[in-house]
T-cell receptor, first 118, second 109 residues
Framework: GAVVSQHPSWVICKSGTSVKIECRSL??????MFWYRQFPKQSLMLMAT?????????EQGVEKDKFLINHASLTLSTLTVTSAHPEDSSFYIC??????????????FGPGTRLTVL | GENVEQHPSTLSVQEGDSAVIKCTYS??????FPWYKQELGKRPQLIID?????GEKKDQRIAVTLNKTAKHFSLHITETQPEDSAVYFC????????FGKGTMLLVSP
């Protein structure tokens, strides 16, 4: 159990276009999902926390208007990279957590999406 | 916010040896400390975690220790095998996780 899927697994787009990435928890309800960015051979950097039915909480330095997050249901969160530029090229990974009682539980990670902006 | 330091950045051992990776954290409010293993091109996988009310946890060849006073926690892998080769990340947090920079573990046959 505890499977998280992510789609697409890779995408190449032109500069100035928008790209939407989906994150789904397949066999559990995720009240909270997290979006990370990972550069080659580097760590996972939290971008934002996505809460079902409410606005996402963005980490310092992450542009809300550029990285739009929607958590419309307990099993789906989307990240839209708007007006993408080459510097947005990265590996984006989501995770889902069946949070309970306000404490942090295990995060189950999706397989990631490799975004390349030309 | 939380700051997590992880050492070493790379670790090479011979098969059968033990490997130890250490992390420190800064926020005393953090109460959850997971360790993830990430193989090249794959998603991070949880290998073990510990909460602040426990000092040590073991699962077969893997163990984690936590010293809340000193704000550091460590991952111990015994009897290493080539398939243990991967990047290992520690993390700490309360409502969100802050990850260390990772340790590339290479186990040579």
């Amino acid at each position: 159990g505890a499977v998280v899927s992510q789609h697409p697994s890779w995408v190449i787009c032109k500069s100035g276009t928008s790209v939407k990435i989906e994150c789904r928890s397949l066999d559990f309800q995720a009240t909270t999902m997290f979006w990370y960015r990972q550069f080659p051979k580097q760590s996972l950097m939290l971008m934002a926390t996505s809460n079902e039915g409410s606005k996402a909480t963005y980490e310092q330095g992450v542009e809300k208007d550029k990285f739009l997050i929607n958590h419309a249901s307990l099993t789906l969160s989307t990240l839209t990279v708007t007006s993408a530029h080459p510097e947005d090229s990265s590996f984006y990974i989501c995770s889902a957590s069946p949070r309970q009682s306000g404490t942090l539980n295990e995060q189950f990670f999706g397989p990631g999406t490799r975004l390349t902006v030309l | 916010g939380e700051n997590v330091e992880q050492h070493p950045s790379t670790l090479s051992v011979q098969e059968g040896d033990s490997a130890v990776i250490k992390c420190t954290y800064s926020d005393s409010a953090s109460n959850y400390f997971p360790w993830y293993k990430q193989e090249l091109g794959k998603r991070p996988q949880l290998i073990i975690d510990i909460r602040s009310n426990v000092g040590e946890k073991k699962d077969q060849r893997i163990a984690v220790t936590l010293n809340k006073t000193a704000k550091h926690f460590s991952l111990h892998i015994t009897e290493t095998q080539p398939e243990d080769s991967a990047v290992y990340f520690c993390a700490a947090g309360y409502s969100t996780l802050t990850f260390g920079k990772g340790t590339m573990l290479l186990v040579s046959p």
